[in-house]
């Protein structure tokens, strides 16, 4: 389970967050929603202990914000699997060493590695491209990557900041899917975004960032499809 008791969070000693209170269940795909600046980003990076609350505590895959030490934090992210917007790919590695860099560097057994790298390209349909460069991948399919690396550790928790923020409304839709996949394997699912249009496309719980805080919102279902946000 995550929870938040109480919890603000500051940054450069301005208020980002404060009182937060809330809890998520294993086994949710919940949605982060607000306009871009409110703190989602600030939000999740305080799940994976980037950022510490100024007050209150966090609790995350068996962790306490209050207790975790500094050598416990890389244990914690090994619980998470972490989707950004930008897909930050190694451009001079293929996809297959893209995932496999990961599980080297955690220590996975070598002779494991090979069924794990196949095993995620093959959940999100890019089992096909493993010896490809990203370079050569549409922005859809380095998503997808970037989701295939995100659970190749068998994570607890994914968290999705952006994940469809540069990709066109039917790739959007597409990666919005395979995230719902993982989801169906009963792993956590958050996912970040400004796109209303996208929740309503496909409901589920939805917390909004406003105000400095979060609230829990009801997003209705669109009754005329999934139409792309405005940017502006």
Do not use: C, W
């Amino acid at each position: 389970m995550i929870s938040f008791i109480n919890v603000d969070i500051e940054l450069q000693n301005k208020p980002v967050l404060k009182n937060l209170n809330f809890s998520i269940q294993p086994g949710e795909l919940v949605y982060l929603v607000g306009k871009s600046g409110t703190g989602k980003t600030t939000l999740f990076r305080s799940l994976y202990m980037d950022v510490k609350p100024k007050k209150g505590e966090i609790h995350i895959a068996g962790f306490s914000s209050r207790t975790i030490r500094k050598r416990e934090i890389p244990m914690l992210r090994r619980k998470l699997g972490i989707v950004f917007q930008d897909f930050r790919l190694m451009e001079d590695r293929n996809v297959y060493e893209n995932l496999a860099f990961v599980l080297m560097v955690t220590g996975t057994a070598e002779n494991l590695i090979e069924g794990k790298v196949h095993h995620a390209l093959s959940s999100v349909g890019l089992e096909h491209a493993a010896g490809q460069m990203p370079r050569f991948l549409s922005g859809g399919e380095q998503q997808r990557v970037a989701i295939a690396r995100a659970i190749v550790r068998e994570p607890v928790v994914v968290i999705a900041d952006e994940p469809t923020g540069n990709l066109d409304p039917d790739t959007s839709i597409e990666i919005l899917e395979y995230l719902k996949r993982i989801n169906q394997q009963g792993i956590t699912v958050l996912i970040g975004t400004h796109d209303y249009e996208l929740v309503r496309h496909s409901p589920s719980r939805t917390l909004r960032i406003s105000n400095f805080t979060v609230a829990e919102t009801t997003m209705e279902p669109s009754a005329t499809g999934f139409r792309p946000a405005v940017k502006s």
